[in-house]
């Protein structure tokens, strides 16, 4: 869900140390944009924040920002009146709900102006932002109990589910030493759990994280050996990246056997010189490749378990995200191409 924003009203109680209650909740939960009373500036000091919008007697005091409650089918078209005329508009949509939201978002979408939602829990909030795939630019949270506002703090980093299916292995082979990157996460990950790799963007491979003690070396269940530099990832959206793009901070998608995904952040990113396997495998119809360090620790997943790439043979199924088209700066796009 790029770009789009998570804000928490903490303006509406009438106790200054319940309106800080929120914020520092908010700030806690991992939320950094914020609706604010006009005078309590200094709550904004209270952490790090990405975005704030003060209200003065629960009117904006930035004339960019409309508050609007549609509640009829004259509330709306005024709203859709405003397109291209304010920077941001936070919509109550009272009891009907998905309607409106569906045609502000058509009208809204090329328009340069921001749509955001009211939501007092998650599951009106995940609705909001996927209401016509695109979804909202955003949700407000609104809520009495601020204890509530934890639940919101993952909402953007919900990934889709992915199809993988099996492809067996055609051939294994040693290659010339080459640039490796070792991804670190933020997150400890579970066996038959890592990150989705390929030499081709039409097929990534499920490469299992260091979660698996093999009588040798410590269990890293944060870690990815992922590849070779050249390689592609998977990252939210659905997009890909190459390995040799990231570095701390960057997001990356996480994906288990099931195809199962979420997000994780970069803590580190490790490119240096090792020996390199070359792993090629097919579907029955293509045949696709991976480069992948030759040593025990570096594990391809398959649907019961997970083969240390030292151990691989001819024959042996693996687990694969398979796509058709090309990518253009990560985006997936529908042309004709070939990979070799």
Sequence with gaps: ????????????????????????????????????????????????LDEVIYLDNGKPVDDSVEFAVIDTPEAQDRVLNLVGKKKTIIVDTSDWTIIPLENMIAKFRLAGTRIMSLASNREEAELYLTTMEKGVDGVVIQTEDFREIGKFKDILTVSEPVALQEVEVTAIEAVEMGDRVCVDT???MKPGEGMLCGSSSSCLFLIQSESE???????????????????????PGGKTRYLSELSAGAPVT???????????????????VRPFLLVTATDGNKSYNVILQNAETIKVVNPKGATSVTKLKVGDKILAHLTTGGRHFGMKIEETITEK
């Design 213 to 235: 003690a093999n009588g040798y070396v410590a269990t890293r269940p944060f870690r990815v050996n992922a590849g070779a530099v050249h390689m592609y990832c998977m990252v």
């Design 254 to 272: 996480l994906c288990d056997r099931e195809g199962n995904t979420r997000t994780a952040s970069v803590g580190r990113a490790k490119v240096e």
């Design 186 to 188: 933020c997150c400890l």
């Design 1 to 48: 869900m790029d770009g789009k924003k998570i804000f928490v009203r903490a303006d509406l109680p009438a106790n200054l140390a319940d309106r800080k209650n929120i914020v520092s909740t908010a700030l806690e939960s991992g939320i950094s944009c914020l609706i604010l009373r006009k005078g309590d500036e200094a709550l904004a000091e209270m952490g790090k």
